[in-house]
């Protein structure tokens, strides 16, 4: 592992990230992947340091992940659950923070059904002079970092194994179906993949996709960089290299958006027949978890040829791990 430099002490959106800290989140990932691969698939790397997971929301493998990454580079770990914490006594978030903090806590990796609560957290971390990274594991309807760099990863490895990078996606073709209005993996993606020189394809029915997401990428101006909105599937899907879907964030819903989720199968789920419309190679990503037979049809879930969901679960470790050891002094 080499010394690389990163100067950025929160991970709290992709919105201002440069294709450079892209690059060196991919390089650095592809060296833990191949650590990953060893017999010991542990490095110092973070000995001593505690990361301390808080999520204040439901999950299982970006929780489990971040986890397991920071237990690799030998990290000390604290998992907190909120309905067993202070919280059920009336102790606030900003408090709770800070008991870690006291703690000893290095980094801290947080999730809430609310936008903006680590970006809060990191603030007033910062505010106290603390030097403690803040890693955004998904805020409300915002962000989800992590998911989309290792699915920049996931899809960047299949073109070029040995050296992922961004400009391999400039001019691929992927769309992103399903529930973007409350998802904050879509807002994310979006942010990094049309960063890449991708053409952003996006694919809902109205009430799940409002027009401004058109506005919704990338101000930096690069010249190749394309988003485009789609009220019918097939138009996104035409020649397709990627197609990435999206849960129906039903939890989310708070009104009627959809007639039936079988109306909405009907109309917007991804089967092997619609793939006829993709390139020949297409490859399939979701975040999970799925609705089989919702987004997409179960079969074709489990389908080696062209689903990479379990990859995308295996990259998220590397990933991770890349990104708690340049936030924790990317020092080997
Ligand atoms: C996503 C999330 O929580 O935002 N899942 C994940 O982190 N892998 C997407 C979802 O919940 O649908």
Not at 132 to 153: I, Y
Not at 259 to 277: A, K, N, Q, V, W
């Amino acid at each position: 592992m080499t010394t690389t430099t990163w100067h950025r002490s929160h991970i709290l959106s992709l919105a201002d990230f440069t294709p450079a800290e892209y690059n060196t989140i991919l390089q650095t990932a592809a060296s833990f992947r191949e650590v990953l691969s060893r017999r010991t698939k542990k490095v110092p790397a973070l000995q001593g340091q505690v990361v301390a997971n808080l999520f204040f929301e439901s999950s299982t493998r970006t929780r489990s992940s971040f986890e397991l990454a920071a237990k690799r580079l030998s990290a000390d770990t604290l998992n907190f659950t909120p309905g067993t914490s202070s919280l059920t006594k009336g102790e606030t978030i900003l408090d709770t923070a800070k008991t870690y903090l006291a703690m000893g806590a290095d980094m801290m990796v947080i999730r809430h059904r609310e936008a903006g609560v680590p970006q809060a957290i990191a603030l007033e971390l910062d505010r106290l002079r603390s030097r403690v990274g803040v890693l955004n594991a998904g805020d409300g309807q915002h962000e989800h970092p992590s998911q989309a760099l290792l699915d920049l990863f996931t899809i960047c490895s299949l073109l070029d194994t040995d050296r992922p990078r961004l400009e391999l996606l400039a001019g691929k073709k992927i769309a992103i179906v399903g529930d973007i209005l409350h998802s904050r993996v879509a807002r994310s993606n979006i942010w990094s993949l049309t960063a890449s020189g991708a053409e952003v394809h996006l694919a809902a029915p109205p009430t799940l996709l409002p027009k401004l997401f058109a506005e919704y990428s990338h101000s930096s101006g690069q010249p190749n960089q394309k988003l485009f909105i789609h009220w019918q599937l097939e138009p996104a899907l035409v020649n397709a290299d990627f197609v990435m879907t999206l849960r129906l964030q039903k939890e989310r819903m708070t009104q009627h958006l959809l007639p039936s989720l079988r109306e909405y199968h009907r109309l917007f789920g991804i089967t092997r027949d619609r793939l006829r419309l993709c390139q020949p190679e297409v490859k399939l990503l979701h975040p999970g978890p799925v609705n089989r037979g919702v987004e997409i049809s179960s079969d074709l879930m489990d389908d080696p040829q062209f689903s990479l969901i379990s990859q995308q679960v295996t990259s998220g470790v590397a990933v991770r791990m890349a990104l708690l050891y340049l936030m924790g002094g990317g020092k080997a």
